[in-house]
Every structure is written in structure tokens, then in C-alpha cells.
């Protein structure tokens, strides 16, 4: 099993900045990948920008060059820089760990993001 905590939600200004965090714990495999995903009200869950253990990186378009992704290994700990924040960003993020050994996938509760025009 594998339990993910997010924080770093909350409500900010169109054109401004916040940065999530999601840390794991539990059976950890060295192979994985973390992300984050997102879901509006009466839209379906999508991608925002995964990264691998391995370093490799995807982003949806809609956030290239405004969010970013990055890791710390050793905390098992997932970030989502987030800039030039849009109210159609506006969505409860989840985070997801997938174990590269057996492909589980694991979600956190997820975090609101409100941005406010």
C-alpha cells in the first residue's frame, strides 16, 4: 500500500502563483511515477504533468510554460509549481503514484485550487 498527502491548495488571484505538494509513504518501489491530475465540476479527471523516476516528464498542453513538475527522490515527494494561474484552472488536484513493478496506481484526497478572475 501507498498513501499520498497533498497540501498547498487554496485560493489565489488570476496571474498569481501556488505550489503543491505530495508526499508518499508506505511500499515505495524505486521504478514510479507521480503526478497530478485534475478535476472541475462536471468535468472529467485529467492529466496535468506526470514525472517518472526516471526523470521523464509530460505535461498537458493547456499548463506548458506555466506549471512544472519536479521530485525529490529521497522525501518521495511530488511538486506542481504553478504560475500564470487561470480561472479555468480551477479544480480539485489529485495526486497519483504508480508502482513501476506491478502498475498499481494510487490516489490522494485531493487538493481545491480556486483561482479567482
Known amino acids: 500500500q501507498v498513501q499520498l498527502v497533498e497540501s498547498g491548495g487554496g485560493l489565489v488571484q488570476a496571474g498569481g502563483s501556488l505550489r503543491l505538494s505530495c508526499a508518499a509513504s508506505g511500499s515505495i518501489f524505486s521504478s514510479n511515477v507521480m503526478g497530478w491530475y485534475r478535476q472541475a465540476p462536471g468535468n472529467q479527471r485529467e492529466l496535468v504533468a506526470v514525472?517518472?523516476?526516471?526523470?521523464?516528464?509530460n505535461y498537458a498542453d493547456s499548463v506548458k510554460g506555466r506549471f512544472t513538475i519536479s521530485r525529490d527522490s529521497v522525501k518521495n515527494t511530488v511538486y506542481l509549481q504553478m504560475n500564470s494561474l487561470k480561472p479555468e484552472d480551477t479544480a480539485v488536484y489529485y495526486c497519483k503514484y504508480v508502482d513501476g513493478r506491478y502498475g498499481m496506481d494510487y490516489w490522494g484526497k485531493g487538493t481545491l485550487v480556486t483561482v479567482s478572475s
Open positions: 514525472k517518472s523516476s526516471g526523470g521523464s516528464t
